[in-house]
């Protein structure tokens, strides 16, 4: 028999969860199908487990920083002990999730979901059907198609490892590459970046973008530009990576080419859902070309970032067209990025490469703050975009705190400030939120 509900989601990432737990709370009959871990990637192999083995790695550079300040003595990241606490955190997070999910009386359907038609789902030889129903899949790991791609890792067998390598290879230029090749590098390994252009973080501040490859480089890290591989070949105890006639010795492969979205396999092709290469296009209310059939979260086709804060926005927005508390297209407001480095790079809003008549840029050096002396926050500089009325409409910052400043400055971007409002808001000192705001 097949069971029938109003909302049916596919996945239990933060594109449903979030949104899927309150909807449930007001009386709609949910269910939600996940065929892996509950939660998706963010929560079990992404964000969480890798902000967790940061943070001795974020503390590691303030010792460093500090010493001939105030500190001497330097400490050593113990990986094991580190992992072993990462584990800790995160091992517990489904069933914390599914606690969640399952109080407010989500039926949590385990299995891989597949369409039968525009209403129906199949489960494990179940159908379930529902009037809307939610592709929230997320995206996987993508992998080099070249000879050896089987010697390589992705991201989660990083997040995996028990003890690292003396080596580290790691093909790519995004988040997870320089991310990963921070915590290695702290960590005591050797690494060797391997970037297929000549930039990195293509969608960040270009200068700061090269000033933090920089940094990484005084920290120990081999960088090449414009090298692509061709081959993965094992050499009795140690990998090959080949580029034509140039080959890199090393211990361990990270292919961090990117990320692709989780379509395969779904049947949308046979129920007749548009599908690109970079996800599922949506309309302004997240609806595939079939109406009642709608996507959130990384699994979408769209020109703003495919991040964990991103995938609860849509959530929360489907989770109110559902309730029927808005009818209205989603109005996404200003998001923020940050790669967690050391130190930290992060932005929100416009950032153009120049001013013009009507943007001024102004860019600020960090060491020139007294706060930032006596944090020794010093390396890195920060960026502020007004308009003609001298609200701020963009932000970036090079800093081991740059998450923090950003989060300050959100508010101001997001609801176009004045300088008048700006000044009756006001912030703890001495802060870096004082400082932040105070520069505008």
Aim: charged share 15%; proline share 5%; with cysteine.
């Amino acid at each position: 028999m097949t069971e029938k509900f109003d909302v049916l989601y596919l996945g239990s990432g933060h594109g449903t969860f979030d949104g899927a737990i309150p909807l449930a709370a007001r009386g709609k009959k949910v269910a939600i199908i996940e065929a892996d871990l509950v939660g998706g990637t963010c929560p079990n192999r992404g964000c969480n487990a890798k902000i967790t083995l940061d943070q001795p790695v974020l503390l590691k550079t303030q010792v460093a920083n500090f010493q001939g300040y105030g500190l001497t003595g330097e400490p050593t990241i113990d990986w094991a002990a580190n992992y072993a606490h990462e584990r800790n955190v995160i091992n517990e997070l489904p069933n914390m999730i599914t606690g969640l999910i399952e109080q407010v009386g989500i039926t949590l359907i385990h299995g891989y979901g597949k369409f039968v038609d525009d209403h129906t789902v199949q489960v494990n030889n179940q159908t379930y059907t529902a009037d809307k129903i939610v592709i929230a899949t997320g995206q996987h790991s993508h992998r080099l198609v070249i000879p050896g791609t089987e010697l390589a890792h992705d991201s989660s067998d990083f997040l995996n490892l028990e003890q690292l390598p003396n080596h580290l290879t790691i093909i790519g230029a995004g988040y997870i590459a320089l991310e990963f090749a921070t915590m290695a590098l702290a960590a005591g390994s050797q690494v060797t970046l391997l970037m297929r252009s000549d930039q990195a973080l293509r969608s960040f501040h270009q200068p700061f973008v090269e000033s933090l490859l920089a940094n990484l480089v005084q920290q120990g890290l081999d960088l090449r530009r414009e090298w692509q591989p061709t081959a993965f070949n094992q050499a009795d105890s140690q990998l090959e990576v080949v580029s034509g006639n140039e080959t890199i010795m090393t211990d361990w492969i990270l292919d961090a080419t990117g990320r692709r979205p989780n379509t395969a396999n779904l049947g949308l092709e046979a129920i007749g859902v548009t599908v690109t290469d970079q996800g599922i296009p949506v309309n302004d209310h997240l609806q595939t070309n079939i109406a009642n059939i709608y996507a959130s979260g990384d699994v979408i086709a769209k020109s703003q970032p495919k991040l964990t804060p991103t995938a609860i926005f849509e959530s929360l927005y489907l989770m109110h067209t559902f309730a029927g508390d808005t009818t209205a297209p989603i109005q996404y407001p200003a998001i923020p990025s940050v790669v967690f480095t050391s130190p930290r790079l992060a932005q929100v809003g416009t950032i153009p490469e120049h001013a013009t008549e009507n943007v001024q840029v102004a860019v600020n050096d960090l060491k020139d703050d007294w706060y930032r002396q006596t944090t020794r926050d010093v390396a890195g500089h920060n960026l502020l975009v007004t308009d003609s009325q001298q609200r701020l409409i963009g932000a970036a910052e090079l800093g081991e705190q740059a998450e923090n400043t950003i989060n300050t400055l959100l508010p101001a971007i997001q609801y176009k400030l004045t300088p008048a409002q700006r000044e009756q808001l006001v912030t703890l000192f001495p802060s870096i939120g004082f400082t932040a705001w105070n520069a505008i």
